[in-house]
């Protein structure tokens, strides 16, 4: 049975992501308060988990030293806020991604927290100034923005307020390593923090050769599934330079005037409407077609693959 020391997490909001919290904090041996305004929410959460641990113990999937039924145990619904924080160490949000719902939320949070608790947001892409403006506790305040599905791609990007303390930033990335999942330092806030700004430049160009008749749809995902992100699931663009010459000076050296060359080239922010738009889809339904049954199949298939690529990551530490 994990220790009592492990301390309290709460969790605010019972949907994917508040689930997926509750688990891997439950894998690290801390109990976890999940918090939420609708009871069925929690009821329907509690149920998912634990058909979802016993699946991970069965396929030996399972995060962490505990079994299923120890870390199920960690696990308590709640309905009450204020009893919820009681003695937390980190109270992680997962509201519906609206400023003004979340700001409300940590209004509330701010009176009724103590000066030790780590609050922390799971937003997607709302800036922590916006945020945390005006909390008395805004020093305690950060974001902590994780990847869809959590259980299996690690990384979180810890996105500071300018008022957050630094030990609030090196708290929760110890925690954050603490329960397996791979924190980054966002070192300054910015729209879109930085997987999102590297996503969005993605899809921008691959719109834009689709657009530009260069590629076909299926054609394009096939040079990320089968080209690039081979090998960006195991190192990053920059390793990737200093890995393809003879480090990365010389990688400079031969190949900048041939990216700026090519960058010169790029063009314009795409509109996502019209045409293209109508293209992309009818590729994209070929392929997945838009009901519940063929997405939930996809998105199965894509999270077990996911499951197994994290497994080879275990296999295959990087240091
Ligand atoms: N879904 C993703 O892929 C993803 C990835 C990374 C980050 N996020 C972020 O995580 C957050 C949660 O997203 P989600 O997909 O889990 O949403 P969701 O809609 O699945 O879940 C939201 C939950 O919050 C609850 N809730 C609503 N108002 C509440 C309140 N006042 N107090 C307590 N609980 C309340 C709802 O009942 C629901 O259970 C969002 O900010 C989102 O941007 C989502």
């Not at 688990?23 to 041996?29: Q, R, T, V, Y």
């Not at 505990?66 to 009450?80: E, F, K, W």
Request: glycine share 6%; with cysteine.
């Amino acid at each position: 049975m994990a220790s009592p020391a492990a301390g309290v997490v709460v969790i605010v909001g019972s949907g994917l992501i508040g689930r997926s919290w509750a688990m891997l904090f439950a894998s690290g041996g801390f109990r976890v308060k999940l918090y939420d305004i609708e009871q069925q929410q929690v009821t329907n959460a509690l149920e998912n988990i634990r058909k979802e641990m016993t699946f991970l113990e069965q396929s030996g999937s399972l995060k962490g030293s505990l079994g299923a039924q120890d870390q199920l145990s960690l696990i308590s619904g709640c309905l009450n806020i204020q009893e919820a924080v009681e003695g937390a160490l980190h109270i992680q949000e997962c509201v519906p991604e609206n400023l003004e719902l979340k700001k409300k939320i940590f209004a509330q949070l701010d009176q009724i927290i103590d000066d030790q608790v780590v609050l922390s947001s799971s937003t997607s892409c709302l800036l922590p100034s916006q945020l945390f403006a005006g909390l008395a506790h805004v020093q305690q305040c950060l974001v902590a923005h994780p990847v869809n599905p959590p259980y299996y791609v690690p990384l979180v990007e810890l996105v500071p307020h300018p008022e957050t303390a630094p030990a609030t930033v090196d708290r929760t990335h110890a925690l954050m390593r603490k329960i397996g999942q791979s924190p980054v330092r966002v070192l300054k806030e910015m729209d879109g923090f930085v997987l999102n700004r590297l996503q969005y430049a993605v899809i921008s160009e691959a719109w834009r050769l689709v657009e530009e008749g260069i590629v076909s749809p299926s054609d394009l995902d096939l040079v990320m599934s089968d080209g690039l992100g081979m090998r960006y699931a195991f190192i990053g663009p920059l390793e990737t330079m200093h890995l393809n010459a003879e480090g990365m000076l010389s990688y400079c050296d031969r190949y900048s005037e041939g990216m700026k060359r090519v960058l010169k080239t790029f063009g314009p922010i795409p509109e996502f409407s019209g045409a293209t738009v109508e293209k992309v889809n009818q590729a994209m339904c070929l392929k997945v077609p838009v009901d519940p049954e063929h997405l939930a199949a996809r998105r199965r298939w894509r999270d077990e693959c996911l499951q197994r690529l994290a497994k080879l990551k275990r296999q295959m530490p990087s240091q």
